[in-house]
């Protein structure tokens, strides 16, 4: 876990990338927040499927639905998840990631959002590493804030989190239409069934914050 600052300014206009591992986890961890803050500037980096022929043209549907700008990577994926070096996610990164200073980035935490998936945790851990060294720049860093007992139940947002907002109705319809219907998961699938009704976040103080 991370030190955090409370406070947030959820109606000033922000220029924000949101670094993910996965086509959906925009839509899972933050996509509530997204559609909720219009005046934001969203890129949206997603590491892994660039080349999934099924999964890339629903990210590029869900980037519109978010009136937000993306690209994909195509770091292995495969069902034994491997661990991948460390230099190549974060290289990935710094490829991806259009060499701007944002007013927020948005990523995993390092310790993931469930149990387990190493992608979710790798990416975490590199966009913490390259905001820390100045190798990406960002006035404000949140982790996404979500956990699921070990495995005991679906993942769910962190009520102590910096940041945890309550999706209003209409906005959680969205999301979740975004999940169903333009990702296509089925209503009865994991995906679904997690689709939070209010996100979380770890709210990182300053760019050298140490683990607690």
Not at 90 to 111: E, K, S
Request: proline content about 7%; glycine content about 6%; aromatic content about 10%.
């Amino acid at each position: 876990m991370f030190k955090a600052v409370a406070g947030i300014e959820p109606e000033n206009p922000k220029s924000v990338a949101l670094i993910i591992a996965h086509p959906d986890d925009e839509i899972l961890w933050a996509g509530g927040t997204i559609l909720s803050h219009p005046t934001w500037k969203c890129f949206i980096v997603c590491l892994c499927r660039g080349n999934d022929t099924d999964r890339a043209p629903k990210f590029v549907q869900s980037l519109k639905a978010l009136n937000a700008e993306g690209i994909m990577g195509d770091l292995d994926d495969g069902p034994e998840q491997l661990p991948l070096d460390e230099d190549e996610v974060a290289g990935l990164i710094q490829n991806l990631l259009p060499p701007v200073h944002y007013d927020l980035i948005i990523t995993h935490h390092p310790h993931g959002e469930y149990t387990k998936h190493v992608r979710h945790e790798e990416t975490g851990k590199a966009v913490i590493k390259l905001w820390q060294t100045g190798k990406i720049s960002a006035s404000e860093l949140w982790t996404f804030a979500y956990e699921d007992g070990n495995k005991k139940y679906f993942p769910k947002p962190v009520e102590t989190a910096t940041v945890f907002n309550t999706l209003p109705k209409d906005i959680w319809l969205k999301k979740y239409r975004i999940i169903t219907e333009t990702y296509g998961f089925k209503a009865d699938s994991w995906e679904a069934e997690t689709t939070p009704m209010a996100e979380a976040f770890w709210k990182v103080s300053d760019p050298y914050v140490t683990k607690h």
